[in-house]
């Protein structure tokens, strides 16, 4: 069997993620400077052997490299490990790197295992289209955030119980201060909701190019998109009108699950062969 | 080492041997350089301890170690007392490697009364300066002193020795950090100008709390305190406006019932947008009643509760210091050999090395007699040429004699290296001098 060289560096990636992920697990509990930078350094190496990998594999394969499972499974888990060293660095939210990095992980994981083929032969004049890549990238990149945003809201709810019920305080060095993880959720979501609005606007724009039948604006990831637009929506709206935080870290939660049905939900339309 | 400590001696005795006061232990430090002559010392002196390290110089005989009884009232004259033969049951008196262990304790804040605070390396530090600012430490206490510091460095950081909340002042600050993150742009509103609240309320400002409202019954007081906090002092009748921008609330007044209701927080709220409300009441009687802290958004610890956060801070700190008793042990015995190696090893080496030197001096002359020809620039280039043949020899024997001092059976290692060169214990390059022809 002969192995490729993307798939070697993904293995690498794989590795790393796992690592990252334990050694920030780690410090949770043992509050170890070691293993925080740990963690961070290979949070890093892992991006940057991720990005290598989906390099290697576009080189492989000649085209863009998200038209598989597998690829778009890869895809999502390097914007998830971007998006994770963007609050890392802008809010030093290290508790959220072993779900970025676990999450990451289990992505890569299942991009191993998920089909690599598609039934079909992509096309590489669909792929070539801007639009169609404007579209899948923006998409993939809003579902990153609002993952790290599902985060932020699960830290939230339990600091905020720990701050109230005042059981495991001890916890609170472990964990962020109660503002922090709000903002970064809300920055999380104002970041993504609008690439999630360029994902959509811009796939309607292909859709009405010709080529996808009627049926398009019916397709379940379509309808999907458009509640997962409308809930993050919600969201922010709620922000503006100052709901109780407690609450829309609510939303979020059941954001995610929204999200996670808009992309592994099978679609006609979404089929970039031809 | 000889000393008193919180662990040894009550306050009673402790304040009386207390060098705290202005110029007290530079006066002292004058006063010990006399009386222990070539002796090295630096004298440690905070309110929970007294300690005074001597170290033996180079020119001091062995065998003529001071001890307690003559240490302990040297201490008490150089405090300008008599010599306090009623204390002398409080001193404690560590030798070797059991004195470098104990300083090494000291300064990481192993020993202290709160163990892990951190005042504990500066006021190590203040007393080293003072001593070799009086040339009173030498090269071995400053070699001491430099890696007691360096390994307190090691345990405070590698065991967040210093981590925690050390009083309520501070588990204030820890919790309104935990709520607030940075606490730069937040308003502090003080309900009673006591002294716990003044302290909390100075910790939450060293922590970047950037605005300070103080509200008395008496203004005057309230003005006085909100001078020294940088603050603003308003009427206590009109306070009520004012929790709807402030972010951390320190209640600490004399009053017999609560002054802040549920209703005035739930007014407070409704301009606030959700923003979180830190509600400190160290009050007893309580200032706020208990209800508050079921409201949302509102976040209330009471005395009790910051003292829990205390006490779990410090057991926590507790179970850490036990980890790092083991490397502090572990320093202070490697020190200590290191030191013993130092000690046993280098007479060897510059016997070793002088008699080296005495053979080529030596021969140096009698192949000047020799070969009169010779110019002083040939005799020159022998002498550094048999120079460098000496340095290349006396190399591995050099490190194989240091390595010989540190093993565990060094003494004897080292006897058996004096009697394969033929040196004695004492005077050794003598010896090799008057056998040269």
Redesign the interface.
């Known amino acids: 069997m002969i192995v490729s060289a993307g798939a070697l560096v993904l293995g690498a990636t794989l590795a790393l993620y796992l690592v990252g992920a334990a050694s920030l697990g780690a410090n949770l509990f043992l509050r170890r400077p070691a293993l925080l930078v740990t963690g961070r350094v290979v949070a890093v190496f892992g991006a940057l052997f991720h990005f290598a990998a989906i390099g290697l594999r576009c080189a492989e394969v000649a085209r863009a490299p998200f038209v598989t499972p597998a690829e778009s499974l890869s895809l999502l888990a390097w914007m998830v490990v971007l998006a994770y060293l963007v609050v890392e660095a802008l809010w030093r939210l290290s508790a959220a790197g072993p779900f970025a990095l676990g999450l990451a992980f289990l992505l890569v994981g299942g991009a191993g295992l998920a089909p690599h083929q598609v039934g079909g032969v992509a096309d590489p004049a669909l792929l070539s289209e801007s639009a169609v890549s404007l579209h899948i990238i923006a998409t993939v990149a809003s579902l990153a955030a609002f993952a790290l945003a599902f985060c932020c809201a699960g830290l939230y709810l339990i600091v905020h119980h720990i701050l109230k019920s005042k059981h495991g305080l001890a916890w609170m060095k472990r964990l962020p201060p109660l503002v922090t993880v709000e903002q970064a959720g809300f920055a999380l979501v104002a970041l993504g909701f609008p690439l999630l609005t360029l994902g959509i606007l811009s796939g309607i724009v292909r859709a009405l190019s010709g080529g996808l039948g009627a049926g398009w604006p019916l397709d379940t990831k379509t309808l999907l998109a458009v509640a997962v637009w409308g809930i993050y929506g919600l969201y922010l709206l709620a922000r503006l009108r100052a709901w109780p935080p407690v609450r829309t870290a609510y939303v979020l939660l059941v954001g995610l699950a929204l999200c996670l049905l808009l992309f592994f939900v099978p679609s006609a339309a979404h089929r970039f062969v031809s | 080492m000889v000393g008193l400590s919180h662990q040894s001696a009550p306050v009673a005795v402790r304040e009386r041997l207390a060098f705290t006061a202005p110029g007290a232990l530079e006066r002292a430090l004058v006063h010990l350089k006399d009386a222990l002559g070539e002796r090295e010392c630096v004298l440690l002196s905070t309110c929970n301890r007294t300690e005074l390290y001597v170290a033996q110089g180079n020119n001091v005989a062995a065998g003529d170690d001071p001890d307690a009884s003559t240490l302990a009232p040297l201490l008490a004259r150089a405090h300008g007392q008599s010599d306090l033969p009623e204390l002398a049951g409080y001193f404690t008196e560590r030798r070797g490697h059991r004195a470098v262990e104990h300083l090494f304790r000291v300064a990481a804040g192993l020993e202290s009364m709160i163990v892990g605070e951190s005042d504990i390396v500066r006021q190590v530090k203040t007393s080293y300066a003072a001593a070799s600012d009086a040339r009173a430490a030498g090269p071995l206490l400053s070699r001491l002193f430099h890696e007691a510091l360096r390994v307190a460095k090691r345990a405070r ?1 590698e065991y ?1 020795l210093g ?2 909340a050390f009083s309520v002042g501070h588990a204030a600050v ?2 309104a ?5 940075r606490l730069g742009g937040r308003v502090v509103l003080l309900l009673g100008a006591g002294k716990m609240s003044e302290t909390t309320a100075r910790h939450l400002s060293a922590a970047g709390a950037s605005s300070v409202l103080v509200a008395n019954r008496t203004f005057d007081k309230a003005a006085r305190l909100a001078e020294t906090l940088n603050g603003r002092a308003i009427r206590y009748e009109a306070f009520a406006p004012h929790l709807a921008q402030a972010d951390i609330v320190i209640a600490s007044t004399a009053a017999p019932h609560a002054v802040v209701t549920r209703d005035l927080v739930e007014g407070a709220l409704k301009g606030r ?2 923003r ?1 409300l830190f509600l400190i009441d160290i009050a007893v009687p309580r200032d706020i009643e208990a209800s508050v ?1 079921e409201l ?2 509102v ?1 209330l ?1 009471n005395i009790d ?1 910051l003292r ?2 205390v006490d ?2 410090e057991a ?1 700190r507790r179970i850490r210091a036990t980890r790092a008793d083991v490397l502090v042990h572990d320093e202070a015995l490697s020190f200590a050999q290191t030191l013993r190696a130092r000690e046993t090893a280098l007479p060897l080496v510059s016997s070793l090395r002088a008699r080296m030197e005495a053979t080529k001096t030596a021969e140096m002359a009698r192949l000047a007699q020799r070969l009169p020809h010779l110019s002083p620039a040939d005799l020159r280039v022998i002498e550094a040429s048999f120079g460098a043949v000496i340095a290349k020899i006396a190399h591995e024997p050099t490190v194989k004699i240091k390595e010989y001092a540190l093993a565990d059976n060094g003494d004897e290692k080292i006897a058996t290296a004096r009697e394969l060169f033929g040196l004695s214990s004492s005077g050794g390059a003598a010896a090799a001098e008057e056998k040269t022809p």
Do not use: C, L, W
Not at chain 2, 177 to 181: A, D, L, M
């Open positions: 950081t967040d981590k925690g820890d919790m950090q935990s709520i607030f993150g947008r959700h979180p802290g949302d958004d976040f610890y509760d829990a956060v779990n801070d926590e």
